[in-house]
């Protein structure tokens, strides 16, 4: 697992491989079951963390909307979308969590390219 899971995270899994394996397989089908391209399923799923205020969710979402290909700028665009539907606070503090993965993957690359 990569150092950047939250401990409880880790240990969930550890201490329960099954519903784990099981979370996986639903995430999983969950990806087939309609149209959406994947970059499309990366932004919807941001947009629900931001919505519902989930720090772990967001930052987990972020790095995975990255992954796919959608640039810092849509992503943060995501996070300022919630300011008329989920209200200024969330927007900020998605904002915040947003630049701080952002920030620390930036952190990351220069870091590989040394």
Known sequence: MSDYLPAVYVSFRADYPEIASRLDALAAAADVAGTLSERDRRLVKLGIAIGRESEGALRSNVRKARSA???DEQIRQAAMLAVTTAG?????A???WVDEVLAAERDQSSDKEV
Request: net charge neutral; glycine share 10%.
């Open 88 to 92: 200024f606070p969330t927007a900020i």
């Open 69 to 71: 290909g959608i640039p």
């Open 94 to 96: 998605s904002m915040q």
